[in-house]
């Protein structure tokens, strides 16, 4: 059974930093790209980052880009988002996701339709 927990998320006052952590399991899952999805209140869900299973390719949401850091410890099977000056904008629920083979199409990265396995979802609540 493949299953994707997420943690860290709470709640920070504007302009502090989270770090969200989502761990997998499931020994049959080769965790090839990785990303991050989040959904606010009464919005659609919202392309975050993603990255691939070396590391080495990223990309991020025009709304978190240079705030936001994506990384992955493939030993622990587990991928990170830092999360700096954060804003009221970014409160949101903030889920993981990740494919057993690879994503070849960079584009097709940013889409939430691309990606397997879905994790429960962590609130990230940001404060004025």
């Known amino acids: 059974q493949v299953q994707l927990v997420e943690s860290g998320g709470g709640s920070v006052q504007a302009g502090g930093s989270l770090r969200l952590s989502c761990a997998g399991s499931?020994?049959?899952?080769?965790?090839?790209?990785m990303a991050w999805f989040r959904q606010a209140p009464g919005k659609d869900r919202e392309f975050v980052a993603t990255?691939?299973?070396?590391?080495?390719?990223?990309d991020y949401g025009d709304s978190v880009m240079d705030r936001f850091t994506i990384s992955r410890d493939n030993t622990k099977s587990t991928v990170y988002l830092q999360m700096n000056s954060l804003t009221p904008k970014d409160t949101a629920v903030y889920y993981c996701?990740?494919?057993?083979?690879?994503?070849?199409?960079?584009?097709?990265?940013?889409?939430?339709?691309?990606?397997?396995?879905w994790g429960q979802g962590t609130q990230v609540t940001v404060s004025s």
């Open positions: 996701a990740t494919t057993g083979t690879e994503i070849l199409w960079r584009e097709s990265r940013r889409l939430a339709a691309s990606y397997d396995y």
């Open positions: 499931g020994r049959t899952l080769n965790y090839r790209n």
């Open positions: 990255i691939d299973w070396t590391g080495g390719a990223t």
